[in-house]
């Protein structure tokens, strides 16, 4: 029996004689030269005469193609993208069969137009080599987003060249979670294009993540007028949710948040970028002069519809560069307020009702957590929620990841079934029977992963990621928080 990861569409064995495979050349074709060169590499066979060979067919579907293999192997596929995913399961084939193959016919295509994966480098910062990596093992997985989360409360990673600060001052942190060590790290424009070049070489879109108002400490480190009070703050050191948040009331603020979407807008071209608008504490807004006097000015009855004003401006000034926004499925009481093309990465189990969303549920999808959190069976239970549900996005918070190493770990084997999800809409029950080939798959892609033991843990075992997990509540500040918005308070009360 053939495994693959995706399961294929499709699947017939034509006839029994197996045809060996002593060197590999590809005939004329769409890919880019990275496809073919990662092809190539990951075969470890000379070339030779021409024995993959592509065929075009209009008629198919964005992804879909036709695999036919025997002495020559046959694909067909009407876009880049469909002879690139023929290549990632005719890789599997060889992988089992050692290159000698059985003639056989795949038919497949992708069933949600939106398969991702998010990677935070606002925490810890992740090298251009690292990134590529990612990228790269997306595409073994038939992914198709990478959502590129750059902003953060510790650490801004991208360069503006109108805002200089962010970078020099705003990509570094005096300390991280559990060590006292300055930390920092950003990618310069040429890097970022570099990035998207080479993403867009796997057939994978970037959607960069600018978050507001929100996970904005870095910002106003670099630029306190960016805040309500205008206070002298560090970039965060520590996790958890910080209460200065950009101002909504002063038109400087947007003219900030306009300025950085100009050159994001440059540097990534693709039609998505996510706008950020989760975790947004009130405290400031409530007490700040311009953010009352742009509620009065607006009819806004609180802050909370402030926030939905503010979301919606940001990805109107999005749509009219020709962006489709996306912000997090946070709960607030003025979310109906939002309108209705400002898409939503949720990470509830919910639907969106009537508003296209990317599923990123945090009860399967959010592979920063420990398996006794999160395993491996929860994620291959997980169903998509009913809606206008484009497709589903495994996100990696790096709080507590901060090299390929623990990211690997706790990437795989997840993102087997989220991927699987992703192609074919569900998982299939029996996904661990084919953890076998998968492991060594992953293996030979360079991939560690974590053994099936730590992925589906006994409760003894569940409980001790957890507490492991929990220590980071001995580095959570949120007594800090406490004396801050009395600090404010007392700002307040003198303006």
Request: proline share 3%.
């Given at each position: 029996?053939?495994?693959?990861?995706p399961?294929?569409?499709?699947?017939?064995?034509?006839?029994?004689?197996?045809?060996?495979?002593?060197?590999?050349?590809?005939?004329?074709?769409?890919?880019?030269?990275?496809?073919?060169?990662?092809?190539?590499?990951?075969?470890?066979?000379?070339?030779g005469?021409?024995n993959?060979?592509?065929?075009?067919?209009?008629?198919?579907?964005?992804?879909?193609?036709?695999?036919?293999?025997?002495?020559?192997?046959?694909?067909?596929?009407?876009?880049?993208?469909?002879?690139?995913?023929?290549l990632?399961?005719?890789?599997?084939?060889?992988?089992?069969?050692?290159?000698?193959?059985?003639?056989?016919?795949?038919?497949?295509?992708?069933?949600?137009t939106?398969?991702?994966?998010?990677?935070?480098?606002?925490?810890?910062f992740?090298?251009?080599?690292?990134?590529k990596?990612?990228?790269?093992?997306?595409?073994?997985?038939?992914?198709?987003?990478?959502h590129?989360?750059?902003?953060?409360?510790?650490?801004?990673?991208?360069?503006i060249?109108?805002?200089?600060?962010?970078?020099?001052?705003?990509?570094?942190?005096?300390?991280?979670?559990?060590?006292?060590?300055?930390?920092?790290?950003?990618?310069?424009?040429?890097e970022?294009?570099?990035?998207?070049?080479?993403?867009?070489?796997?057939c994978?879109?970037?959607?960069?993540?600018?978050?507001?108002?929100g996970?904005?400490?870095?910002?106003?480190?670099?630029?306190p007028?960016?805040?309500?009070?205008?206070?002298e703050?560090?970039?965060?050191?520590?996790?958890?949710?910080?209460?200065?948040v950009?101002?909504?009331?002063k038109?400087?603020?947007?003219?900030?948040?306009?300025?950085?979407?100009?050159?994001?807008?440059?540097?990534?071209?693709?039609?998505?970028?996510?706008?950020?608008?989760?975790?947004?504490?009130?405290?400031?807004?409530?007490?700040?002069?311009?953010c009352?006097?742009?509620m009065?000015?607006?009819?806004?009855?609180?802050?909370?519809?402030?926030?939905?004003?503010?979301?919606?401006?940001?990805?109107d000034?999005?749509?009219?560069?020709?962006?489709?926004?996306?912000?997090?499925?946070?709960?607030?009481?003025?979310?109906?307020?939002?309108?209705?093309?400002?898409?939503?990465?949720?990470?509830?189990?919910?639907?969106?009702?009537?508003?296209e969303?990317?599923?990123?549920?945090?009860s399967?999808?959010?592979?920063?957590?420990?398996?006794?959190?999160?395993?491996?069976?929860?994620?291959?239970?997980?169903?998509?929620?009913?809606?206008?549900?484009l497709?589903?996005?495994?996100?990696?918070?790096?709080?507590?990841?901060?090299?390929?190493?623990?990211?690997?770990?706790?990437t795989?084997?997840?993102?087997?079934?989220?991927?699987?999800?992703?192609?074919?809409?569900?998982?299939?029950?029996?996904?661990?029977?084919?953890?076998?080939?998968?492991?060594s798959?992953?293996?030979?892609?360079?991939?560690?992963?974590?053994?099936?033991?730590?992925?589906?843990?006994?409760?003894?075992?569940?409980?001790?990621?957890?507490?492991?997990?929990?220590?980071?509540?001995?580095?959570?500040?949120?007594?800090?928080?406490?004396?801050?918005?009395?600090?404010?308070?007392?700002?307040?009360?003198?303006?």
């Open positions: 029996m053939i495994k693959l990861v399961q294929v569409d499709e699947i017939k064995i034509i006839g029994e004689e197996k045809f060996a495979f002593t060197h590999i050349s590809l005939g004329k074709n769409m890919l880019s030269q990275n496809a073919i060169d990662d092809f190539v590499s990951f075969c470890r066979l000379p070339s005469d021409e993959i060979v592509f065929a075009n067919d209009n008629s198919l579907c964005d992804g879909e193609y036709i695999l036919q293999t025997g002495e020559i192997v046959t694909i067909t596929a009407g876009d880049e993208s469909g002879q690139f995913y023929a990632q399961t005719l890789k599997q084939i060889f992988f089992q069969s050692d290159f000698n193959v059985v003639s056989l016919e795949v038919r497949d295509k992708p069933v949600c939106v398969r991702g994966f998010m990677l935070d480098v606002g925490r810890y992740f090298s251009v080599d690292d990134v990596t990612i990228i790269r093992r997306m595409a073994y997985h038939k992914l198709n987003l990478f590129f989360h750059l902003t953060e409360d510790q650490g801004w990673r991208i360069e060249k109108k805002y200089p600060l962010l970078t020099s001052k705003g990509s570094i942190r005096r300390r991280t979670n559990f060590n006292r060590t300055a930390y920092g790290g950003f990618y310069t424009q040429k970022i294009k570099e990035i998207v070049d080479y993403a867009h070489s796997f994978i879109k970037v959607m960069p993540e600018f978050d507001v108002p996970h904005s400490r870095a910002a106003i480190a670099c630029y007028k960016l805040s309500c009070f205008e206070r703050l560090p970039v965060a050191d520590h996790w958890g949710v910080k209460h200065d950009l101002c909504a009331g038109a400087s603020t947007m003219e900030f948040v306009k300025g950085v979407l100009d050159e994001l807008f440059e540097m990534l071209p693709d039609e998505y970028i996510h706008i950020g608008g989760d975790e947004v504490p009130k405290h400031r807004w409530n007490l700040c002069p311009e009352n006097k742009k009065s000015e607006l009819g806004l009855k609180n802050a909370d519809e402030l926030q939905a004003w503010f979301m919606n401006t940001v990805k000034y999005c749509a009219s560069h020709g962006k489709k926004a996306f912000m997090w499925s946070w709960d607030f009481d003025a979310v109906d307020l939002l309108d209705n093309d400002l898409g939503i990465t949720n990470c509830s189990d919910n639907s969106c009702n009537d508003r969303f990317i599923d990123a549920s945090a399967a999808c959010y592979i920063d957590l420990p398996y006794g959190r999160i395993s491996l069976d929860d994620t291959i239970r997980h169903k998509i929620p009913s809606g206008k549900c497709g589903i996005e495994t996100t990696l918070w790096t709080e507590f990841v901060p090299d390929m190493h623990k990211a690997d770990m706790m795989y084997p997840r993102l087997g079934a989220v991927c699987e999800i992703g192609w074919n809409g569900e998982c299939p029950q029996d996904f661990i029977k084919k953890l076998d080939f998968y492991y798959y992953l293996s030979r892609c360079g991939c560690e992963s974590s053994p099936l033991v730590t992925a589906n843990p006994s409760k003894i075992r569940g409980a001790a990621q957890n507490i492991w997990f929990e220590r980071r509540q001995l580095t959570w500040q949120g007594l800090t928080n406490i004396i801050d918005d009395k600090k404010t308070e007392k700002l307040a009360k003198k303006v």
